[in-house]
Nanobody, 122 residues
Framework: VQLQACGGGLVQAGGSLRLSCAASGRTFSNYDMGWFRQAPGKEREFVAAISWSGSATYYGDSVKGRFTISRDNAKNTVYLQADSLKPEDTAVYYC????????????????WGQGTLVTVSS
């Protein structure tokens, strides 16, 4: 399975973006999926995660109430709806897949996409 993230761009503070992560291969539904982000000079940060069935979701404290993770296993795609964006949300956003359970720890994810840049202007 390979992951391809897209949907990043430049947006003003208060705006919205919808990130998508499309997976190739027929085993996407086996993976718990997560979104992480990394801002320049900072460590990678957990954003959100969703179980393989979509029945459970988890969010980092900094995005809770503003971002929504979802997935469509029929389309092999996981989404991140980012609303009420703030300048501090500026980062490269990565999608990742885990076969060992959903987690906020990047070490649980063995499959990573290439990242998509989100820039939020003030």
């Amino acid at each position: 399975v390979q992951l391809q993230a897209c949907g990043g761009g430049l947006v003003q503070a208060g705006g919205s973006l919808r990130l998508s992560c499309a997976a190739s291969g027929r085993t996407f539904s086996n993976y718990d999926m997560g979104w992480f982000r990394q801002a320049p000079g900072k460590e990678r940060e957990f954003v959100a995660a969703i179980s393989w069935s979509g029945s459970a979701t988890y969010y980092g404290d900094s995005v809770k109430g503003r971002f929504t993770i979802s997935r469509d296993n029929a389309k092999n795609t996981v989404y991140l709806q980012a609303d009420s964006l703030k300048p501090e949300d500026t980062a490269v956003y990565y999608c990742a897949g885990s076969l060992v359970g959903v987690s906020s720890s990047s070490g649980h994810y063995g499959l990573w996409g290439q990242g998509t840049l989100v820039t939020v202007s003030s």
